[in-house]
């Protein structure tokens, strides 16, 4: 992958706090307090509150709960200087992460590494939404 120059990096980083700034919710913004703030995700998740759908909704659907990840496996297909800037971004607007998931966390990993194309192709969107 062809690295982004400055220029490049300064305009995603303009662009992905406006994102934030816009699309995620100030409730979404909180420390976390308790269990119920985790979004675990799952076949049949369970939301505390409208905001924490809407935020995990927003974050899936630009390939964010797995930014890092190729889109082709539900990611957002973004550089290792651009994912980094992003968790800048949120961290400075105290943006909680939208999806809490050993599939991200663990399985996931490993199937980018050891799986094959046709497992990585049917489990990994799925890890990411």
């Known amino acids: ?34 269990e119920s703030d985790y979004f675990w995700g799952g076949k049949h998740p369970t939301y505390k509150n409208e905001d924490q759908r809407l935020w995990f909704e927003r974050m899936r659907d630009k390939g964010w709960t797995v930014p890092h990840w190729d889109k082709k496996y539900g990611g957002g ?33 490993a199937l980018l590494k050891f799986g094959s194309e046709e497992q990585k192709l049917e489990h990994l969107p799925k890890i990411a939404r």
Request: charged letters at 30%.
């Open 77 to 109: 297909s973004l550089s290792k200087e651009e994912n980094k800037i992003l968790l800048e971004e949120m961290a400075k607007l105290g943006c909680r992460r939208p999806l809490f998931s050993f599939g991200i966390s663990m399985l996931g990993p």
């Open 1 to 34: 992958m062809d690295t982004l120059s400055r220029t490049d990096l300064e305009l995603f980083r303009t662009e992905t706090r406006a994102w934030l700034e816009a699309n995620c919710p100030q409730s979404m913004r909180q420390p976390l307090k308790d």
